[in-house]
């Protein structure tokens, strides 16, 4: 079943053993939350009764419609347990306590409590006024749970009930009466609430759930719900991998797996195009202010900074919920004309021009992303663009279908590494999530740890210079950072945490603590040569060439000969001879030679690389990184039996150069020497458990090596049971 | 050369040298398929830069293949095609949200995993 139709609620909806197919996203929690089944009826009930409650809105609803999909999401969300609460006050507010105190009481007193004296099971008499003959009336409703009889109404005097409370009751007392007999059937349930609401002259009718405007927040609001289930410890993945298996018998078959893919890739096509405009976009916090500026990139980056260390787990919702709240965007232009003309497809557009700043300023915003691209190129572009890929797609899709289907879900089924179908979707799934997560920090805003036990200690800066002379980097990176929180200005801080993050092998890391050093004092020169060689690493060539040239550029030396002009139209090749031209003037620096290998890394020159690494060495013979750059090299340029000699110098210098060791790893598996490269990749995440990039070779090499039987160790990360089995 | 911006032309340079240099032998026995691999800088479809991984013969080169039809194309952005390659996003992920799309052999697109490209080592 396609992610739309359980958005939109196709026919394909119903879900098994639910009374109602008119709510979609109902089916989309049960897919995400799968067995909970009383989590699945309490998240089917609720959106009606939020929105004709007079109970709390998450967000003002007028505001709702204009904001793009996803941007709602930039305000706070609840947290995990406000939202319980805040589902609870919902209750309590609507019919004026009558309920709520009746949900109070079932709360107290359990489903089934020994308590007879307080609620004598005899039909209470009503009188007074409706709010008070309502509670009454509905207090012997939850009376009759605790004996498990059929309800038996007794009549009521005419309440008055307007439409809007009577959908109240209908829904909260489903709610309830699914809370109360959640060990009885089904036809009970209903049998009990539709005595209940017959007697209350409220009909099935009212039931009718239209589109209405309270759409959105529904949505919402059903994430919401599911977000704060799915905390306490389900496994999403695995009851995600469940549903679909169990999809997967249901509607299975090849057909309806095409239709469905082409289903969702239309919904993707359409994403992608969006994401697109915003691909520059660090964050969701930025993004309005990276459209109306973005040559204030470093600014805002600094803020984004420091809005994610505190309220990372928002991020994590948000990006996600955008996700989620994208689709259903999606799906409402296409399905819901009628019901919502207020995002009409063609207001689609409107809307997202009067959220930024109006047209104008959108067209430029788009101009400077597309570098030289005007407008009018723009819609050209896009209106080829269109033609192109139409045709494209449909042959692509054409393509899929003709192929063999079968085979194609058998062998995804069987999984490349053996493991069963299930686990593989679950993978793949945690994967995509963790890689959502992960996307925020590619973005140069550095991530501090948390729980750092050096915040508070009276002289962090000196504590971390003596760990990581010590060679212990996490150490001396933590202590660092408690360093650059107390002096956020201190550019040694900064440097020195970012060759503890190159060392500990995350550039990432590096790059982002390398910035903040260069923010505080542009000229370091060793910044500008560990910004040049992180950007190599992560194969940034414009980048790492821009930094390289600020080294030569800001060398008291050597300054003269880099002419400024030449820092706007890079081309290696000058750079590259301006150095040649600097190692002669004084053959001694070895920093040149350095600069210079790093520069023929980036153009892929190995062998001069190499060569200059090594003239390097003769004159820094004890300069662990430097060796480490030489194996790199050399493994780069497929000589790995050289590097793992080079490397090995390395780590005779410093033992606890956790690159060295990651690289050891990458030459014996570029070799082919898997099982061999193993040991190397663990002996490297003890030190450093956060190298990413090991754990990702780790697991290919345990996939390679046929030890698929400890991939589950890599996944849960589990180092104690690696290095038992893998001791160097 | 550095006139080009692709990432990818780092890891195919690799892959080329790795291939050349006989520590590829294992690939062409295990998987003896010639690939296509389209690479745009920015946008799926706009600007690609084709690379023929020719894992037949052993060979990496930019352009079209000669030698009759190629058993699978994807097409990737630059910085999709890296995180494949370099192991940081499985092929079959990328697939999935459209971050790679894929013509001909499926049964010889499942052997594009990512320890067919050797790993970049780190200065």
Same mark, same amino acid.
């Given at each position: 079943?396609?992610?739309?139709?359980?958005?939109? &609620?196709?026919?394909?909806? *119903?879900?098994? $053993? +639910? =009374? %109602?197919?008119?709510?979609?996203? &109902?089916?989309?929690?049960? *897919?995400?939350? $799968? +067995? =909970? %089944?009383?989590?699945?009826?309490?998240?089917?009930?609720?959106?009606?009764?939020?929105? +004709?409650?007079?109970?709390?809105?998450?967000?003002?609803?007028?505001?709702?419609?204009?904001?793009?999909?996803?941007?709602?999401?930039?305000?706070p969300i609840l947290q995990p347990g406000a939202q319980g609460s805040e589902f609870f006050r919902g209750f309590r507010s609507v019919d004026q306590n009558g309920l709520g105190a009746a949900w109070d009481e079932v709360q107290n007193g359990g489903p089934m409590p020994p308590m007879g004296p307080l609620y004598e099971p005899v039909q209470p008499t009503f009188e007074g006024p409706p709010q008070r003959v309502l509670s009454n009336f509905l207090h012997s409703f939850v009376e009759s749970s605790r004996g498990g009889i059929p309800f038996r109404p007794a009549p009521v005097p005419v309440l008055g009930l307007s439409q809007s409370d009577k959908q109240c009751i209908r829904d909260r007392s489903s709610i309830m009466a699914r809370h109360f007999f959640a060990d009885r059937g089904e036809e009970f349930i209903n049998a009990q609430v539709n005595a209940l609401l017959s007697s209350l002259d409220i009909d099935e009718g009212i039931q009718a759930r239209g589109h209405i405007p309270g759409r959105f927040q529904?949505?919402?609001?059903?994430?919401?719900?599911?977000?704060?289930?799915?905390?306490?410890?389900?496994?999403?993945?695995?009851?995600?991998?469940?549903?679909?298996?169990?999809?997967?018998?249901?509607?299975?078959?090849?057909?309806?797996?095409?239709q469905s893919f082409e289903q969702q890739h239309g919904v993707n096509g359409w994403a992608t195009e969006f994401e697109q405009g915003q691909s520059q976009l660090m964050s969701n916090q930025m993004r309005s202010m990276e459209m109306q500026n973005i040559a204030a990139m470093e600014q805002t980056r600094k803020l984004a900074h420091t809005l994610s260390q505190d309220v990372n787990p928002k991020f994590q919702n948000s990006r996600f919920l955008q996700f989620v709240s994208k689709m259903s965007r999606g799906e409402l232009i296409i399905d819901d004309n009628q019901v919502k003309p207020g995002t009409a497809p063609g207001e689609w557009a409107t809307e997202y021009e009067q959220q930024y700043l109006g047209p104008p300023s959108w067209a430029d915003q788009f101009a400077n992303d597309k570098l030289s691209h005007g407008p009018e190129q723009w819609a050209e572009e896009f209106a080829s663009g269109r033609g192109h890929q139409e045709p494209a797609e449909d042959q692509w899709v054409n393509e899929f279908s003709k192929l063999n289907v079968d085979d194609w879900v058998d062998e995804f089924a069987e999984g490349p590494v053996g493991e069963s179908s299930a686990d593989a979707w679950a993978n793949a799934y945690d994967e995509f999530l963790s890689e959502k997560n992960a996307g925020k920090q590619t973005s140069g805003v550095y991530v501090f740890s948390d729980m750092n036990p050096y915040v508070g200690h009276p002289d962090p800066m000196k504590e971390g210079q003596e760990l990581f002379r010590k060679g212990l980097l996490s150490e001396a990176a933590l202590a660092l950072e408690a360093e650059v929180m107390k002096n956020p200005e201190n550019a040694e801080g900064w440097r020195l945490l970012g060759v503890t993050h190159a060392e500990n092998d995350d550039d990432q890391q590096a790059i982002a603590a390398m910035m903040r050093a260069h923010d505080a004092d542009p000229t370091n020169l060793e910044v500008l040569l560990a910004l040049g060689v992180s950007h190599t690493n992560e194969l940034e060539q414009a980048t790492a060439l821009k930094y390289l040239y600020g080294w030569l550029q800001n060398h008291p030396k050597y300054g003269a000969i880099a002419p400024p002009e030449l820092a706007n139209s890079l081309y290696h090749a000058d750079i590259a001879r301006l150095f040649n031209e600097a190692s002669q003037m004084n053959p001694e620096d070895a920093d040149v030679h350095i600069v210079l290998g790093v520069l023929y890394n980036l153009s892929r020159e190995f062998d001069r690389a190499i060569t200059s690494f090594q003239t390097a060495l003769q004159l820094k013979p004890n300069d662990y990184s430097l060796w480490n750059k030489l194996g790199a090299t050399q493994a780069n340029s497929v000589q790995s039996a050289d590097a793992i000699s080079a490397y090995q110098q390395a780590l005779d210098l410093k033992p606890n150069y956790v690159r060295a060791w990651a690289n050891m790893g990458i030459s014996y598996a570029n070799q082919g020497m898997y099982k061999e490269s193993i040991p190397y990749y663990v002996r490297a995440l003890a030190m450093n458990p956060k190298a990413d990039n090991a754990w990702q070779y780790l697991r290919l090499s345990l996939s390679c090596a046929s030890r698929q039987d400890l991939i589950e160790?890599?996944?849960?990360?589990?180092?104690?049971?690696?290095?038992?089995?893998?001791?160097? | 050369m550095a006139t080009t911006q692709l990432k990818s032309d780092a890891i195919m340079d690799m892959m080329k040298e790795h291939l050349a240099s006989g520590a590829g032998k294992e690939l062409t026995e295990k998987i003896g398929l010639v690939y296509q691999i389209n690479v745009a800088p920015k946008k799926l479809g706009f600007e690609e830069v084709s690379f023929i991984v020719d894992l037949k013969k052993g060979e990496v080169f930019k352009g079209k293949y000669e030698g009759g039809k190629v058993d699978a194309t994807f097409s990737f952005k630059d910085d999709d095609f890296v995180k494949v390659a370099t192991g940081k996003m499985n092929p079959?992920?990328?697939?999935?949200?459209?971050?790679?799309?894929?013509?001909?052999?499926?049964?010889?697109?499942?052997?594009?995993?990512?320890?067919?490209?050797?790993?970049?080592?780190?200065?």
């Open positions: 079943m396609a992610m739309r139709d359980l958005v939109s &609620g196709g026919a394909a909806c *119903a879900v098994p $053993g +639910s =009374s %109602s197919s008119s709510n979609p996203l &109902g089916a989309l929690t049960n *897919a995400l939350l $799968g +067995s =909970s %089944s009383k989590t699945q009826e309490r998240l089917k009930e609720i959106p009606n009764a939020n929105r +004709s409650g007079p109970g709390p809105q998450f967000y003002p609803e007028d505001q709702q419609l204009r904001s793009l999909p996803g941007s709602e999401l930039d305000q529904e949505l919402d609001n059903y994430w919401n719900e599911s977000q704060a289930v799915v905390k306490p410890g389900l496994h999403p993945a695995d009851n995600w991998a469940a549903e679909f298996n169990q999809h997967g018998i249901d509607h299975g078959g090849p057909d309806s797996w095409v160790a890599c996944e849960s990360r589990n180092l104690d049971l690696l290095q038992k089995e893998f001791p160097l | 079959q992920i990328a697939f999935i949200r459209g971050a790679m799309k894929i013509k001909g052999s499926l049964s010889a697109a499942q052997k594009f995993t990512p320890d067919i490209f050797p790993k970049p080592s780190k200065l």
